[in-house]
């Protein structure tokens, strides 16, 4: 195990929470407010508290840049099917990483070395070689320059799956890390109407 006092920091935390637990025990499987959100992993992003959000209310789904990957649509087609969620969000942020690099640059970096790479502000780095591997070149990492076209990106494949019923709003956001503020995405919204 490592030296890090993160694994005890969390599991102190855990305790504590766990004490107070209370009724939560007894929240419904099902989202309270009937709704999900799909955003970034980026730890400056708190849904619950941007959106709102006690325990029991919404789906939030996370991953790098809040994209609508196929496991991101899976999860939000149980979310509905399965769970009743009736509206979704897609929130992406100012300052986000996946704007910081492409496919090829990551897929070269992780082929030289596993560990984790330096960023000058303008290029990837490793600091040690050896032990990478080529896998990477065979991921798609769904990383963009254009935020707002990201969004519309997501929204537009979330709208046009043939798994998402035509009745689910698909609103279009993002998250502005400087302010806390909602921004919304208008086109993106209007493409996400429903039917």
């Known amino acids: 195990m490592s030296s890090s006092t993160i694994y005890s920091d969390v599991t102190v935390a855990n305790e504590a929470y766990a004490a107070e637990f209370g009724e939560k025990g007894d929240l419904a499987l099902a ?5 999900a959100i799909l955003t970034c992993m980026d730890a ?6 941007y959106a709102g959000l006690a ?3 919404a789906h939030v789904i996370r991953n790098a840049g809040g994209r609508a990957t196929d496991d991101a649509i899976r999860s939000l087609v149980i979310s509905h099917k399965l769970l009743g969620t009736r509206e979704w969000f897609v929130i992406h942020h100012t300052d986000c990483g996946m704007e910081l690099f492409d496919g090829e ?3 070269a970096l992780l082929e030289d070395n596993l560990s984790t790479a330096a960023f000058d502000g303008k290029t990837w ?3 040690s070689h050896g032990g990478g591997s080529p896998a990477g070149h065979f ?12 969004v519309m990106q997501d929204v537009k494949r979330i709208r ?7 009745d689910i709003p698909v609103y279009g956001f993002i998250y502005d890390v400087k302010t806390g503020k909602l ?8 493409a996400g109407r429903a039917a």
């Open 139 to 150: 991921v798609h990492w769904h990383a963009f320059k254009d935020l707002a076209e990201s």
């Open 55 to 57: 325990e029991g209310d």
């Open 125 to 127: 780095s490793n600091p």
């Open 183 to 190: 921004v919304p995405v208008d086109a993106a919204t209007e």
């Open 160 to 166: 046009e799956h043939p798994l998402v019923s035509s």
């Open 31 to 35: 989202p309270a407010r009937g709704f």
């Open 44 to 49: 400056r992003l708190d849904p619950a508290k």
């Open 105 to 107: 640059t990551n897929g």
